[in-house]
């Protein structure tokens, strides 16, 4: 028999076929899935998880949180407003938006809950820029940026504990939560942008999965937004003391009591800003070598070593990302030409309470 071609289009209820070596995925797959035989292949591995880490495996729930190890795709560290020419056009652009990050993981978008307004996060200037372009070439949608800003995040620097209770009656039917926990600093390896959660054992016990879903929910939705500026919290681990519960009430009402309870612990667990640092690499000839060392000292930079290669120098250093904003029309400046630079996430790293201050005044429009 011949052996089948493949196919890269194929009509509507058209049967296409594969050569060999080729993969074949269910509609709507996107980069980093989980691909697995069949529904009870993925149960069977989802318990042996379970039972590995020590964790009670509800078998009618759903497997959706059973992924393997895949490509580690760092966090964003830009983010800018995307706007559409007009409201007429928003379904147009959230459908390009979710068919461009099942293609590139790196590319995230959320929406702003206090102005409604879609957000982009990528990797770096020049990321955001392709996308943008993208968009507009094989979307069809001409599209407005916002000003790029950089990502910074929040975490703290004390422990601290407290207490809520939301007491509220929807309809006929009374919602009441009591809840108590603590805070504390992460000292692990990190960075850790999700809550790490610490249940008593008595709780781990008393509490029905679905309860504990929903306290997981709410720690989630408040570690998006930190105390001091709104940015993602990280390196916090949360301890839930104690949990009283009303019969009857809902799950949405434990999330927002769990929730309103850890934004109180934050604001008392002496809050800071990070900012992300970036490893630089810079490579220049010998000529404009001084006025590169130069600038990168007005930059906040550090100088880690200079190497030579060929007839270049290559600079290696650490500099705040928030100074490297239009690096690259002024390295080219500078080096007229002869010189290239990479960028990489380094760390996040504390702010002074002076750095700390000027962002505060630059973003709150104080002068």
Not at 6 to 23: A, H, Q
Not at 104 to 127: A, F, N, R, W, Y
Request: aromatic residues 4%; glycine residues 6%.
């Amino acid at each position: 028999s011949t052996q089948a071609e493949f196919v890269v289009c194929c009509k509507p209820n058209e049967l296409c076929c594969l050569s060999d070596g080729n993969f074949c995925f269910p509609l709507k797959t996107a980069t980093g899935d989980t691909i697995v035989s069949s529904k009870a292949s993925a149960a069977v591995a989802s318990q042996r998880a379970a039972k590995d880490s020590g964790k009670k495996c509800d078998q009618n729930r759903e497997q959706e949180n059973l992924v393997l190890a895949g490509v580690e795709i760092p966090e964003p560290v830009f983010f800018c407003t995307i706007e559409p020419p007009s409201l007429a056009k928003q379904a147009d652009l959230d459908r390009a938006l979710i068919c461009l990050q099942r293609e590139d993981p790196s590319l995230k978008v959320k929406i702003d809950p206090d102005s409604g307004q879609t957000i982009l996060c990528g990797m770096g200037e020049l990321h955001i820029d392709i996308i943008h372009d993208r968009i507009k070439r094989e979307y069809k949608i001409e599209t407005h940026l916002g000003p790029l800003q950089v990502a910074y995040r929040e975490t703290i620097s004390i422990s601290a504990s407290s207490a809520d209770t939301l007491d509220r009656t929807v309809g006929s039917k009374r919602n009441l939560i009591t809840a108590e926990l603590s805070v504390r600093p992460w000292l692990g390896e990190g960075p850790v942008t999700k809550p790490l959660i610490e249940f008593s054992d008595v709780l781990q016990e008393q509490l029905s999965t679905e309860i504990l879903d929903a306290v997981e929910n709410g720690l989630n939705t408040s570690f998006l937004q930190g105390p001091l500026l709104n940015f993602p919290l990280q390196d916090v681990v949360v301890t839930l003391e104690s949990l009283h519960v009303h019969p009857g009430t809902s799950m949405p009402m434990i999330s927002a009591c769990v929730s309103r309870c850890l934004q109180k612990a934050l604001r008392r667990a002496g809050s800071q800003v990070l900012e992300p640092v970036m490893n630089l690499e810079i490579t220049v000839d010998e000529d404009h070598l001084s006025v590169v060392l130069a600038d990168l000292a007005q930059r906040r930079g550090s100088v880690q070593e200079i190497q030579s290669r060929q007839d270049n120098r290559v600079v290696l250093a650490c500099v705040p990302l928030a100074e490297m904003m239009g690096y690259s029309t002024t390295l080219r400046t500078l080096a007229s030409g002869m010189a290239t630079f990479t960028l990489e996430l380094s760390r996040y790293e504390a702010m002074t309470s002076q750095e700390q201050k000027m962002l505060f005044n630059k973003m709150t429009g104080v002068m």
